[in-house]
Structures are given as structure tokens and as C-alpha cells.
């Protein structure tokens, strides 16, 4: 899949509104950046169109096919793998097992070239290793499936500054060798350097979307952007 595509998507939770109308575009060789503040959508958003939860309305394409209707199995099929919070590791297998149970093709090779450091970790207990190594796991298991489509959620969640940045850069490689990155992050400067383009999501309504360079140099832009203001829009 070279491009995922959302026409005025709408999602909710429990029969309340949360996302509302958000268009935007997911393509091959890029990393989409999902900014904004807690409570704002953003997981809403990514587990709709990983198939979790249903679009309420509005229409995912996937190369101008529709997914919309797809369940989670079938949209996996099509190649969008979801990275979820909280470092969803298989704890009492080891990170070979854990990589073995969803591998598909060369993607597990592809992994332990992004993270070498997990190599010599094959026979450890996923739940024995650090926040950092498990985030390599989950991040690593994903890759595991081959996916054209790469969805992640706060990866960075709980882990220290230092550790982001050794991750953020791999993300930034999984782009440039092809796949499509959405990446949903709260440190934001982070992001928007290996970002291509960049989205702010405030209230359930996209408030910004545009390259991602000139938003990293416009903290005022970006500011406005997570108060709900339409500021910047292109």
C-alpha cells in the first residue's frame, strides 16, 4: 500500500463523538506526524483506522480501495500494523518468540537490523527486559508483519528523553526504506524532526496540517494549534 488516505472521518466512543471530520493523508517513504493534547482523539484515531474501533462515517482508503468496512484482521492483511501504548509485549516469551508469532516475510531481519541491540537479547523474557528494550520489542514485532501502513501510538510513553531520540531515528529509517508512518507523539520537537508533514488534532477537529519543518520553527503556530485555534492551516 503506497497510500492511506481519510476523507472527513468521524469516530466515536460509547455513542459520543470524539473525532470529527479529519482528512488527511498517509503515504509511502513518510513520516505523518499526529500532534496534540491529551484527550484530544488521537488513539480514537488510529485504532479506527486499524480497524479497533468503527468510523462512524466518512471513508479510509487504502491505494483507492475502500477499507472502511474492513475488520482489524483484514485491514492487517492489507498492511497496516498498529504499535499500541503501553508496551503491549508478550512478557513470559522471549523477544524471539515474541517476534516469531506474528513474523511474516523478512520483516523480523529488517528489525533486528533497526535494533541491533535486541540480538543478543533473543532468550531473555520479553518482561525482563527495560521500558527502552521492550518498546524495541513491540516496535520490532510490527515490523515482524511486513506492513506498507505503520501506525504508532506514543511510543514514547514513560520512557526517558534519551531513549526517544535512540527510537525516533529508527522510525525515521522505517520511512525511507518505504513504509508509511502515522506516529502520534507527545514530544513534539522530537516528531517534527523526522517528520515530513504534520497534523494537530485539538478537540476532535484537525486545527493545523502542513509540512512539518516550518511548524518545528513556529512554537507560536503550534501553541495555537493545541488551543483549538485554526492557526496555520495549508
Do not use: W
Not at 480514537?44 to 484482521?73: C, M
Not at 527510537?167 to 516528531?191: C, I, K, M, W, Y
Amino acid at each position: 500500500m503506497k497510500e492511506l488516505k481519510l476523507e472527513d472521518v468521524s469516530v466515536g466512543r460509547g455513542g459520543a463523538p470524539i473525532v470529527r471530520d479529519v482528512s488527511l493523508t498517509v503515504t509511502s517513504g513518510e513520516v505523518t506526524v499526529l500532534l496534540g493534547p491529551n484527550g484530544a482523539g488521537k488513539t480514537t484515531l488510529l485504532e479506527a483506522i486499524a480497524g479497533v474501533l468503527p468510523i462512524t462515517s466518512g471513508r479510509l482508503t487504502g491505494d483507492g480501495d475502500d477499507l472502511s468496512g474492513l475488520d482489524r484482521v483484514s485491514r492487517a492483511k492489507r498492511g497496516i500494523a498498529l504499535v499500541e501504548q503501553g508496551r503491549t509485549v508478550f512478557s513470559g516469551l522471549t523477544v524471539a518468540e515474541n517476534l516469531r508469532v506474528v513474523r511474516r516475510g523478512t520483516g523480523g531481519d529488517r528489525a533486528l537490523d533497526l535494533f541491533p541491540e535486541l540480538g543478543k537479547r533473543m532468550d531473555t523474557q520479553a518482561g525482563l527486559l527495560s521500558g527502552g528494550e521492550q518498546q524495541m520489542v513491540v516496535l520490532a514485532r510490527a515490523l515482524s508483519m511486513s506492513p506498507s501502513v505503520l501506525l504508532i501510538d506514543e511510543m514514547s510513553l514513560g520512557l526517558a528523553p534519551v531513549i526517544v531520540k535512540r527510537l525516533l531515528p529508527a522510525v525515521r529509517a522505517l520511512a525511507d526504506a518505504g513504509a508509511a508512518v502515522l506516529l502520534v507523539e507527545q514530544f513534539a520537537t522530537l516528531a517534527l524532526e523526522i517528520g515530513d508533514t504534520a497534523h494537530v488534532l485539538a478537540g476532535g477537529r484537525l486545527t493545523h496540517s502542513g509540512p512539518a519543518a516550518p511548524l518545528r520553527k513556529s512554537p507560536d503556530v503550534l501553541h495555537a494549534a493545541y488551543l483549538g485555534e485554526p492557526a496555520g492551516q495549508s
